[in-house]
């Protein structure tokens, strides 16, 4: 019995020894900076080492929107895993010299890592052509990416619904991709992973990607999502704000996020 209670105690002992100290971070910081930039919206970051939440609005960090081109990590997971496309620097969108686009950066072939980086919507609808309505149902569900809603529109569904995905989601998600921890394979995460890479500093790397929700609600739903690689620690992030003065607010979304992670100290 004394052996028992003794084992016990060195059991005990051992998972407070090396249990993980929680992040010290300070809500009130980031609440400063959307207060200082009269911004509405919430900010999410999650430590996967420790799996601890931090939420700034809790009530709208579960609120689902449409993830616009945020879905665009996805969009590419989906299109190596289905093999409609074969890597991340195939060609697969020809420009056809349409002159009506609403960005410059879209007149010109693309490929995934080329695409990804300047957000184009002409090029990523293609790949949904080629991904196709019943595969995206699928891999939707094995991703399980926010509510799993396809429609029967395959180039708008993540534009204008009814795909819909909170910031909490957005977090876990990326936490995954991030660790590569997904349902797919290594290397299929491991190429989105590398064209997601936006930035590096003193110890860290930051990933992302943008999206601008216009057809959410007036005056649309700005996103900036991703993760910051420091050290041995993973820390995903999703930002969302109401595009008040409409693209005149485009740099807050990047501005706040990164203000944000410097004020938790993660770069």
Known sequence: MRRSACLLSCILLFSCFFKRPLPEWDIQKVAAIFEQNQAIGTFVVYDAKTDYLLMFNETRAHQ??????????????IALKTKAV???????????????????????????RSGIKVSHVPAFQELARRIGLQNMREQLDVLDYGNREVGNNVENFWLEGPLKISAVQQVYFLAAL????????????????DICLLEQGKGWALYGKTGWATKEKDPGIGWFVGWVNKGRHIYSFALNIDMTHAEQDLPKRVQLAKESLHALEII
């Open 178 to 193: 991030a660790q590569g921890t997904l349902p797919y394979p290594e290397e299929v995460q491991e190429t989105v992973r």
């Open 86 to 112: 074969y890597d991340e620097d195939e060609v697969f969108y020809q420009y056809e010299g349409y002159e009506d686009f609403d960005m410059e950066e879209w007149e010109n072939d693309a490929s995934l």
């Open 64 to 77: 689902a929107f449409y993830p616009a081109s945020t879905f665009k990590v996805a969009n590419s997971l």
